[in-house]
């Protein structure tokens, strides 16, 4: 059973950065593929960022690309989602998830396909 614990989230002003971190235990981590997702009040979980344990290769939402990295830490079993010129529109719960299927090139943007979830880590972004 792999448990997953975010931290990081914050109030911060637009323009603004913040590092979210996410620790994981409880299983072989360098095998598993890492996302992060967003869940804003009355919306559905959307997609944001993952990684690949076997290539290293990252996905990103559209609105994430060019202002959020993903990146992970196999000896401190973490990944990270750095967040720079943060956006109103930003703000949202954030959700760590892992993945420990067979076909994350099809299902990285999936949350259904994610088989852990942590508990989250609230962002807001004031304008």
């Known amino acids: 059973q792999v448990q997953l614990v975010e931290s990081g989230g914050g109030l911060v002003q637009a323009g603004g950065s913040l590092r979210l971190s996410c620790a994981a235990s409880?299983?072989?981590?360098?095998?598993?593929?890492m996302g992060w997702f967003r869940q804003a009040p009355g919306q559905e979980r959307e997609f944001v960022a993952s990684?690949?344990?076997?290539?290293?290769?990252?996905y990103y939402e559209d609105s994430a690309k060019g202002r959020f990295t993903i990146s992970r830490d196999n000896a401190k079993n973490t990944v990270y989602l750095q967040m720079n010129s943060l956006k109103p529109e930003d703000t949202a719960f954030y959700y760590c998830?892992?993945?420990?299927?067979?076909?994350?090139?099809?299902?990285?943007?999936?949350?259904?396909?994610?088989?852990?979830w942590g508990q989250g880590t609230q962002v807001t972004v004031s304008s």
């Open positions: 409880g299983g072989t981590f360098s095998n598993y593929d």
């Open positions: 998830a892992c993945y420990t299927g067979l076909y994350f090139s099809r299902s990285y943007s999936l949350s259904g396909a994610y088989n852990y």
């Open positions: 990684i690949s344990w076997r290539s290293g290769i990252t």
